[in-house]
């Protein structure tokens, strides 16, 4: 079975500074994983994700993630937080399996800006 | 203007009650999917449809129910065999088995 671990529930940051959001998932052969965005009362948006191509992917709105593998690791970075980045997300894998394909969320990661 | 579309942005729900949440989409996706959200917590799956006039149970299917006559629409019943019906509700489509999935805006369903 397939999992997702976000080791933080919430993350607070100072307006331009760095953000580091930490995903840890446990898969037993080369997986698809996503990081996902979640605005309050909104649907989630897609960042970025992961399938076996480079290992450093980059997304929207100036975040990217790196794949490593002898790590289990997926974790989400920023340069410099902006207010707007302020929301949910949440990483995900995907399961290929022979009760159907599907994705497998970790529990969120909140992320707050202060001015 | 492409995308998915649910509706209503809030319902109420009376005890007893059952009641529908609209998911459409025009992205012309043959899969789509049911979440449910409570705070403070991640996704989890209820129903999915790979194809039309199908599904498939999710991980929490008990007191819910779909259906799939339309490639555009997936709507979701929640019965009055759901006890605690109270969350955010998420449909999303995929338009290639799952791996990349759309969402849509969501419904808050709350119990009166």
């Known amino acids: 079975a397939q999992s997702v671990t976000q080791l933080d529930s919430h993350v607070s940051v100072s307006e331009g500074t760095p ?12 997986p698809s994983l996503f990081w996902y965005v979640q605005h309050p009362n909104k649907g989630l948006q897609l960042l970025l994700k992961y399938t076996s191509a ?51 969320f970790g529990g969120g990661t909140r992320l707050m800006v202060k001015p | 203007d492409g995308g998915i579309t649910q509706s209503p942005k809030y319902l109420f729900r009376k005890e007893g009650q059952n009641v529908t949440l609209s998911c459409e989409q025009n992205l012309n996706h043959d899969a789509m999917y049911w979440y449910r959200q409570d705070p403070g917590q991640g996704l989890r799956l209820i129903y999915y449809s790979q194809i039309v006039n199908d599904f498939q149970k999710g991980d929490i299917a008990e007191g819910y129910s779909v259906s799939r006559e339309k490639k555009e629409s997936f709507p979701l019943t929640v019965t009055s065999a759901q006890k605690n019906p109270t969350a955010f509700y998420l449909c999303a489509s995929s338009p290639n088995r799952g791996e990349t999935q759309y969402f849509g805006p969501g419904t808050r369903l709350l119990v009166l």
């Open chain 1, 19 to 30: 953000v580091l959001l930490r995903c840890n998932y446990s898969s037993s052969y080369s």
């Open chain 1, 54 to 104: 480079a290992t450093l992917v980059k997304g929207i709105n100036g975040f990217e993630a790196e794949f490593k593998k002898s790590e289990t690791s997926f974790h989400l970075t920023k340069p410099s937080a902006h207010m707007s980045d302020a929301a949910e997300y949440f990483c995900v894998v995907f399961n290929r399996g022979n009760a159907g394909n599907m994705l497998t």
